[in-house]
């Protein structure tokens, strides 16, 4: 979709075409922390 080293277009210029955020193409999700996942399996248990 949108091209890190096009020859002629920016990163900012290919996703003004796309119209969308340069900040949502460089977003990066993070993992669960640990205690999160112990909680959500405390949550899950019947």
Excluded at 20 to 28: D, G, P
Aim: glycine share 4%; hydrophobic share 35%.
């Amino acid at each position: 979709m949108i091209e890190r080293h096009h020859p002629t277009l920016s990163i900012g210029v290919q996703c003004r075409l796309l119209s969308i955020s340069r900040s949502s193409f460089y977003y990066a999700p993070q993992g669960e922390t640990e205690m999160n996942l112990a909680l959500m399996r405390l949550i899950d248990k019947p």
